[in-house]
């Protein structure tokens, strides 16, 4: 059974950091596309970085360009977002998702459809 899990959320101040982490069990995601989401408080859930499964390119979306870094480290099943300059309006619960498909290349990555294996999410608040 796949399992998916966020860790590393919290409540920070303007300006501060935060490094979430992933880890996945049940099956290797070495070879998989995968995704960073959020959902902000009464909004939808939204794409925030995504990574293709050698790490070789990485996606942002436009508000978090340049303040956040998506990574992983396939040895451990483990993919990372370090987010950097947090703002108030970088408030949500972040779940990161997996393309199940080896080799995978997702049309719209910015969209929900291609995932296949979620996490429960974790929190993180940023305070003004």
């Known amino acids: 059974q796949v399992q998916v899990e966020e860790s590393g959320g919290g409540l920070v101040q303007y300006g501060d950091s935060l490094r979430l982490s992933c880890a996945a069990s049940g099956r290797s995601f070495s070879l998989n596309f995968m995704a960073w989401f959020r959902r902000a408080p009464g909004k939808e859930r939204e794409f925030v970085a995504a990574?293709?499964?050698?790490?070789?390119?990485?996606y942002y979306e436009d508000s978090v360009k340049g303040r956040f870094t998506i990574s992983r480290d396939n040895a451990k099943n483990t993919v990372s977002l370090q987010m950097n300059s947090l703002k108030p309006e970088d408030t949500g619960v972040y779940y990161c998702?997996?393309?199940?498909?080896?080799?995978?290349?997702?049309?719209?990555?910015?969209?929900?459809?291609?995932?296949?294996?979620w996490g429960q999410g974790i929190q993180v608040t940023v305070t003004s």
């Open positions: 998702a997996y393309d199940k498909h080896d080799y995978g290349i997702p049309t719209r990555i910015e969209t929900e459809g291609p995932y296949d294996y």
């Open positions: 990574i293709s499964w050698r790490g070789g390119s990485t």
